[in-house]
């Protein structure tokens, strides 16, 4: 739940977003639609409609909090509608806000961790962040590419801290600096999949970002990998084990860590194994899984529970970074408004000139068409209609991030109530 003061210091990062509206018409400010929003979708909102409907819901010390105005004459409250949330979301830079809302998340306070008590020890723990990308799911139709978002998370208070979206034409790797840069990384941990594990990233972390790095290490450094793989793993001890049962299964984890010179990546001091043996309850098969990874941080800055929970956090918040969830089976999907059928007229037909004078404002264009195909300005409407969807999901990336900001927790697990790409 936002505290007041949360709530006024929120208002005040949205109020940094340059309004695109015309003056002229502008019967709602700026600030109130967003807060709207981002109160509609913090209270469970997984669509338009339904940020609309609590906004005419809402009770009237909540919007007069957020800035929405009354009537002069009777006195009563006029929340947005959900068009004018619509539209509001779909001309508003996505980047802006989502900026604002990341320099507002990261200025909260740290909630406790969930999992277990951090090791004695006298030092401040660093702050860890996940770099991580996810595709929404939804996002993709009428041939479109789907939408791709990379996303920075902080382990602890599962807050994303910012995003970006990743062109089809290219990957995550050309985002990962200007996603990252606008970050105040100092004393810093972050850990990373195998595809950003870069020579240039870790280079770039460590200085120009003062942070540190912990990236896991796969087949595409096979360089790196190969030393790796090839270390005296046999006699070195386990350092951190752990024992897990639950969602279905039954998972075993055993860390090694030993600190080694001469790596080919800059900057690591440390090589990690981790060797994950995973059983399912009704199975007696074990599945093992070996994983390494590296680190810039020495064994004295970091103990090696520390990492197995900076590794297991990484892994966790795979499953947090995303932006669209399936559809509730409560409520079923907003089908889209149909056209009213129609005859074609003439000219779609037997163009001619007298039917160029007869048409009307209202008729269809002109087009040389046989009957059994319609007009290619008919034809075309399919495409407006998913340029539109397209222009409201973008306006909605980075408002889903926001339960992320007041995440409740039910037996340990974040709860997300995020917007639902397919019912809008």
Known sequence: MLAPLQCRDLLGYLAEIADPRHRRGRRHPLVGVLGVAVCAVLAG??????IGEWAADAPGQVLAALGIRRDPLTGAWQPPAEATVRRVLARIDPDALDRAI??????QPPRPPATRPPPASTTRPRRAVAVDGKTLRGSGHHGAAPVHLLAVMDHTSRRVLGQAGVDHTTNEITQFRPLLDRL????????????????????????????????????NRPTLHQQLATLPW???????????????????????????????FPHATQAIRITRRVRSLHSRRWRTVTVYAVTSLTAAQA???????????????????TSATPPSPKTPPRPAPAMPPGPWPACATSPSASC?????????????????????SCRCLASQAHEHRMRDIRGLRAVQMLPAAVARTCEGRPYWACCDLRRL
């Open 45 to 50: 909102a997984r669509s338009l409609a339904a």
């Open 356 to 376: 160029a004078a007869a048409a009307t404002a209202t008729s269809p264009l002109r087009c040389a068409a046989t009957p059994a195909m319609p007009p290619e």
């Open 102 to 107: 990341g320099a507002w998340l990261a200025g």
């Open 303 to 321: 103990s090696p529970a520390r990492l197995a929970d900076w590794i297991r956090g990484h892994w966790a918040s795979r499953r947090c970074i």
């Open 184 to 219: 105040d990384l100092t004393a810093t941990v972050v850990t990373a999949d195998a595809l950003h594990t870069q020579h240039e990233h870790a280079q770039w972390l460590v200085t120009r970002k003062h942070a540190a790095y912990l990236l896991v290490v796969k087949a």
């Open 234 to 264: 046999r006699e070195i001890p386990v350092a951190d084990h752990t024992r897990d049962r639950g969602h279905g299964r039954v998972e075993l984890r055993r860390l090694q860590v030993t600190t080694v010179a001469g790596l080919d």
